[in-house]
């Protein structure tokens, strides 16, 4: 099996390596709580680009926008700019399969409330615990689901 390392090319590694080293010297700054919420950083033309998880983050690093340059400068890193910009919130996909068998749980239970009720009541022509036994097979099928 090959590792993650000879999976991908040299540029990749370059950039992963200098993404490294750019959250090494911002971690001498930026405290580690918000550290934690930059996903990647590159430098660009002078830029650096600061990817973080939430426009909260966007307005927190503002603040320390001179700080961050001066550390940037003392490692060696041509910066004079800092673009921030914020990752798409990853959804994930709901499955509906996953959600049903909660409603189907409630469901089962008022089947089984719906037979107690018709087995308290006789209705006429002996239908009653018909229906009773029905709906108990019906609650038993959707807590099976």
Known sequence: MKTFSNLI????KAVIDEDR????A???????NSL????FCRLEG???RITVDSTAWVSRLRFMEKQIIGVMRQ????????SYHVS??????VNKSVRRPVKARNGASSMEAAANAVADKTLEGGDGDRLRQELLKLARTLRAE
């Open 75 to 82: 490692h060696q890193f041509d910066s004079h700019t800092i």
């Open 21 to 24: 080293k750019i959250k090494r």
């Open 36 to 39: 934690a919420h930059i996903q």
């Open 9 to 12: 090319g040299q540029s990749t």
């Open 88 to 93: 798409p919130e990853v959804k994930t996909a």
């Open 46 to 48: 002078g830029r650096l």
């Open 26 to 32: 911002i971690s001498q700054i930026v405290p580690a």
